[in-house]
């Protein structure tokens, strides 16, 4: 049985959909079988990940907001073992639409991906910068958030309200959804600022905060413009390696699965 993964934070820019890339790439190219959703309308994972436009059959809105099934929509990737279902930009009224259906309004990714949970080891769900329908159709669709934090001043605002969506949707949903980790993002080891930011993470979080971080690192904002993963970017970048510590240590942390 799959199991699925939203990576979560509904602050932009903090790696996000970074990390939903290179961490399904990472567990793909570790042997495992990956499906990625893209459901941010910005459709930077689809985009990153080097998606031909022409392809597309079809897209998340279609799963979550219209009757189609993700076996019709899915797509092959460059990573051997790595799917998407790709995002586009009519996902920016999905959450109007979705607000409009009298019932099941979270749980309509959650019904679509029960039909193919069996089929992948990992499914990685990459979410939009907000906290509405679209993001609670993930939540309550996954096992498991998995919370970037970016190493900045005001890392941890916001938190209290993501935890509070989190509550909200374990509550009325998804009883089951736990805290995957907490992953350090563009992490500046060089200055006193980046230090203590990621002590403070690591005092509130604990051992939810993922060993690995992951540094600031050019490679890594240059690899979506090739449509390109990091591995097959620059394999040998200090991006790929701290992604590629992370797929292990996801892989560790879930039994060795
Ligand atoms: N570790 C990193 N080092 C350098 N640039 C990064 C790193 N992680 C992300 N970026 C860049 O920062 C920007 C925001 O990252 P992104 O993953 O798109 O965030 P989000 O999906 O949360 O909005 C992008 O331009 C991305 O290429
Ligand atoms: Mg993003």
Do not use: H
């Not at 893209?38 to 079809?58: E, F, L, S, W």
């Not at 669709?141 to 509550?167: F, H, M, N, R, W």
């Amino acid at each position: 049985m799959g199991k699925i993964i939203s990576i979560t934070n509904q602050k932009g820019g903090v790696g996000k959909t970074t990390t939903s890339v290179n961490l399904a790439a990472g567990l793909a190219y570790l042997n495992k079988k990956v499906l990625m959703i893209d459901i941010d309308p910005q459709a930077n994972a689809t985009q990153g990940i080097g998606v031909d436009r022409m392809q597309i059959k079809g897209t998340s809105y279609d799963i979550i907001v219209g009757d189609e099934e993700v076996k019709n929509v899915v797509l092959c990737t460059s990573v051997p073992r790595l799917s998407i279902v790709p995002a586009s930009a009519d996902l920016a009224t999905a959450d109007l639409e979705l607000s409009e259906l009298k019932t099941g309004r979270e749980l309509r990714l959650k019904e679509k991906l029960a039909r193919v949970k069996d089929d992948y080891d990992f499914i990685i769900i990459d979410c939009p910068p907000s906290l509405g329908l679209l993001n609670r159709n993930a939540l309550a669709a996954s096992d498991s958030v998995l919370i970037p934090v970016q190493c900045e001043y005001y890392a941890l605002e916001g938190l209290t309200q993501l935890l509070s969506t989190i509550k909200f949707i374990q509550d009325s949903f998804n009883p089951d959804l736990s805290i995957e980790g907490v992953l350090l993002t563009m992490l500046d080891q060089r200055t006193n600022l980046g230090i203590e930011v990621s002590q403070e993470v690591r005092k509130y979080f604990r051992d939810k905060v993922y060993k690995t971080f992951i540094p600031r690192n050019i490679k890594l904002s240059e690899a979506p413009s090739e449509g390109m993963c990091i591995y097959d970017y620059d394999r040998t970048s200090e991006g790929a390696k701290s992604y590629a510590n992370l797929s292990k240590e996801v892989i560790v942390r879930n039994g060795g699965k």
